[in-house]
């Protein structure tokens, strides 16, 4: 692992009380050694999500989970268990699938014909040498685990279980009414930014008036308040949360602000609340009255991150004359502007004439993130000078 090139005082000035908190180094959101880092030693030690349970419900069903440049292939096995493969080839390296999902009984290479049972054992390795030892010649296993619907996968053998290490969520991801809600649609786009400045403006509203005057108008950020994390400021666990009320007249957050015929995916007296969740590193969910909206971030370059975006309606909305196009318009719009005003502050915290000050007092999420992120550096860093 290269070092760090930060320094333990301004990783330390992050993690100040809020007012007197400096924000993390410019350097963070563009060095290639911290991109180094942060992949490896953040991304690649947690348990990140993939996708939702019920994208593999019969066997066979795989995903193909944009981790690794090859890809993490996450399969439902004949005997129904979710198992999570490198999609590499162990003959000479060539990835076994291509695309996003489907459905097969088993694994073939396209480059010379090595297969695979669902289960990851090598089945035939056309003219290998004698006494070779299939058993040994397996694929590569990822560990995979399910949580409130959410699939998981973590490339790190040594991390802690997956309920363990998830613990702390905020209590609404928990129902059990949100396992069962349906993809209604996927978008992907790279955004020309750190990852770390996606989350960050997550993790506040106050660029509402501004940037999304049409979501300020639904849900003014002058009514947002952070979830309880139990004081902690993000030192317990890796999520956080946000409350946001929806403004009088509103009843969802679309084009319309009218939920019409969709049903509600939370209980009756929390209609007019949407419920924002960060899942450390890289999982963004935002729990409307009559959708879930998740935003799965991977880094792929200092200054470029991919976004899978997905929409989950309840399964009784999926009814003929179901079109929630204008909640997709609506949120087109809003990841339009966010993406643009993250790629305008890369394009600032490169310069020179940039150097950290202070957190407005409205930013206690982004300070409780930046926290989390300055910890990992300070221990890595820790690490060295023990
Ligand atoms: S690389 Fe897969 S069979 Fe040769
Ligand atoms: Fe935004």
């Known amino acids: 692992m290269p070092e760090l090139p930060l320094s333990s005082a301004d990783l330390h000035a992050v993690l100040a009380p809020l007012?007197?908190?400096?924000?993390?180094?410019?350097?963070?959101?563009?060095?290639?050694?911290?991109?180094?880092?942060?992949?490896?030693?953040?991304?690649?030690?947690?348990?990140?999500?993939?996708?939702?349970?019920?994208?593999?419900?019969?066997?066979?069903?795989?995903?193909?989970?944009?981790?690794?440049?090859?890809?993490?292939?996450?399969?439902?096995?004949?005997?129904?268990?979710?198992r999570a493969f490198h999609n590499v080839c162990r003959h000479r390296a060539a990835t076994l699938v291509d695309g996003a999902c489907g459905r097969l009984d088993h694994l073939e290479c396209p480059y010379h014909g090595w297969t695979y049972e669902l289960s990851g054992a090598l089945r035939a390795a056309p003219h290998a040498p004698p006494g070779f030892d299939r058993g040994a010649h397996g694929l590569l296993r990822a560990r995979a685990g399910v949580l409130f619907g959410f699939l998981f996968v973590t490339l790190d053998p040594g991390a802690p279980a997956l309920e363990s290490a998830l613990g702390g969520a905020p209590p609404w991801l928990s129902r059990p009414e949100l396992r069962s809600l349906r993809r209604g649609r996927r978008v992907e786009y790279e955004v020309a930014a750190n990852w770390k400045l996606c989350v960050e403006n997550f993790q506040e509203s106050h660029h509402f008036p501004r940037v999304h005057p049409g979501l300020e108008r639904l849900t003014p950020c002058d009514d947002a308040v952070s979830w309880d994390m139990g004081g902690k400021g993000g030192a317990g666990g890796p999520w956080l949360g946000g409350i946001m009320a929806l403004a009088p007249g509103a009843e969802t957050v679309s084009t319309s602000a009218a939920r019409g015929a969709r049903p509600l995916v939370v209980p009756e007296a929390e209609r007019r609340r949407v419920r924002d969740a960060m899942l450390f590193p890289g999982l963004l969910t935002s729990l409307q009255p009559d959708y879930l909206l998740t935003y799965r971030l991977t880094p792929r370059a200092p200054d470029r991150t991919l976004v899978v975006a997905d929409t989950y309606f309840h399964p009784a909305a999926f009814v003929p004359g179901f079109a929630p196009g204008d909640v997709f318009a609506f949120w087109d719009a809003v990841n339009r502007e966010d993406r643009a005003i993250c790629e305008r502050q890369q394009r600032g915290i490169r310069a020179p004439g940039y150097a950290p000050s202070a957190y407005a007092m409205v930013e206690d999420g982004v300070h409780a993130f930046d926290g989390m992120v300055a910890r990992r550096y300070l221990s890595a860093l820790g690490a060295r000078e023990a």
């Open 19 to 82: 007012d007197s908190a400096r924000p993390l180094p410019a350097r963070a959101y563009w060095d290639e050694d911290v991109f180094a880092f942060d992949q490896a030693e953040i991304f690649g030690r947690s348990w990140l999500c993939v996708g939702r349970e019920d994208e593999l419900s019969r066997p066979g069903e795989w995903l193909l989970a944009p981790l690794t440049p090859a890809g993490v292939l996450v399969v439902r096995g004949a005997d129904l268990e979710l």
